[in-house]
């Protein structure tokens, strides 16, 4: 099997330092987060940045700098842009860090219910738009589905020209909207993906553990992080995104998996940059 590549989400959006105090805003809790995260054995970080207060913001500026400095203490690390940003952005708004040429970023498939009265908001317009300008400057997209008809969208626009293949996903179960987090649900995604992806699962919450459990077995990859959950077991609050990045590569080894590097993850993910 190939080398497992770990996805640190160290910051999300919505999750705040109410919810767990270690979460990151500033660009130095950014860095140091993505400093640990990486030398934990993350390949990738999924970024969203943070005002100081807290507040998610998509700013290019902002991006520019957090990205710059986390570029300084692990050179080598993928860094991946949210290109979701926060329910109830704007597409330009939420474009913004496309400016910057990453490497990879993240394209949304499809709207869906995102707790309460939120909804994220992603039409069919919109991902194409998203996905043409990723297509336009060289940057791999990491197709984030939080439901099957996501995979089928993507699959539909892929065909159209939207979205190069290989296609790369990113299972993200357990959100109150989206498809739930049970073992069966996974089976029902991976066999809906075709032969050439590759894909990566997220597990929300309590689902986080059992679901990167069963991604290592699958020949997927995973991604952990403040982003996705904040416990690292019932009660305990992780004190960092590299705390859940260690288990995965404990787990990893136990369970017969070696570790991929950053250099690994681009050959894995085709990434030409
Ligand atoms: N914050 C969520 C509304 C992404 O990064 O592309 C969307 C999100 C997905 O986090
Ligand atoms: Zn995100």
Redo the contacts with the bound molecule.
Sequence with gaps: MEKLIITA?IC???VTKEHNPNVPYTVEEIREEARKAYEAGASII?L?VREDDGT?TQSKARYQVCMEAIRQVCPDVIIQP??????GMTADERLQPLELHPEM????CGTLN?GGD?I?VNTENMIKEFGQRMIERGIKP?C?VFDKSMIDMALRLSKKGFIKEPLHFNL?MGVNGGISGEPRDLLYLTESLPKNATFTVSGIGRHQLSLNTMAILLGGHVRVGF?DNIYLRKGELAESSADFVKRIVDLSVILGREIATPKDARRILGLTK
């Design positions: 989400a999300g959006a919505e999924h969203h998610p949210s290109t979701g940003g926060a329910v970023a993240t394209l949304d995102f939120e994220f990491e984030e993200v982003e």
